[in-house]
């Protein structure tokens, strides 16, 4: 994951960073409350849209773009965004 957050950290030292990994059947989105980066990777794609494509995972993105956090995705992780 080191290859996502390289270029961020660089620009910003103190810079909260958590990975969803979305290969879990399950993720405590509160676990992740304090990040004001959010990388969503690459993987299954039908996966993630099956097991995530849901209001939890929508309110949780939702409340770290209001609180001014960035969310981004990279392959599957795009498309599911």
């Known amino acids: 994951m080191k290859k996502y957050t390289e270029v961020f950290r660089s620009h910003f030292s103190n810079l909260n960073t958590d990975y969803l990994l979305l290969d879990t059947e ?3 989105f509160d676990s992740y409350l304090d990040a ?3 990388i969503i990777g690459g993987g ?3 996966k ?6 849901n209001q939890e995972f929508k309110n949780y993105i939702d409340h770290m773009l209001n609180k001014g956090a960035k969310v981004i995705g990279f ?3 795009a ?3």
Request: proline residues 0%; aromatic residues 10%.
């Open 79 to 81: 498309l599911l965004l």
């Open 36 to 38: 004001d980066l959010v």
């Open 75 to 77: 392959s599957a992780g």
């Open 48 to 53: 993630y849209i099956s097991t995530y494509v």
């Open 26 to 28: 399950q993720i405590n």
């Open 44 to 46: 299954n794609t039908e």
